[in-house]
Nanobody, 117 residues
Framework: QVQLVESGGGLVQAGGSLRLSCKAS????????MAWYRQAPGKPREVVAR???????THADAVRGRFTMSRDNALKSIYLQMNHLKPEDTAVYYC???????????WGQGTQVTVSV
């Protein structure tokens, strides 16, 4: 069983920055893909960024150039540095892991990010 624990969310003004962290425990799937998803009120979940086991990282168009995902396999952790935050980035952010980023096997409990105008 894999457990994921996110941290680092909070309230920030537009233009500010936050850094999310996610630490996994347990045995990760082979070739585990780790990703950050978010869900805003009244909207479906969307992938924000994803990382292959080898560290190939892809960011969604909506956050490219503002957010940076990184991964540390030794620590079983991923991070999301969020700069130039906008009110539309307000959402619950989830860490995921699985064999496929599109259908994760495990989800964290989520961390709230709120960006005020």
């Amino acid at each position: 069983q894999v457990q994921l624990v996110e941290s680092g969310g909070g309230l920030v003004q537009a233009g500010g920055s936050l850094r999310l962290s996610c630490k996994a425990s347990g045995s990760l799937p082979s070739r585990a893909v780790m990703a950050w998803y978010r869900q805003a009120p009244g909207k479906p979940r969307e992938v924000v960024a994803r990382s292959s086991e080898r560290g190939t990282i892809t960011h969604a168009d909506a956050v490219r150039g503002r957010f940076t995902m990184s991964r540390d396999n030794a620590l079983k952790s991923i991070y999301l540095q969020m700069n130039h935050l906008k009110p539309e980035d307000t959402a619950v952010y989830y860490c995921t892991v699985g064999a496929s980023w599109a259908a994760p096997d495990y989800w964290g409990q989520g961390t709230q990010v709120t960006v005020s105008v």
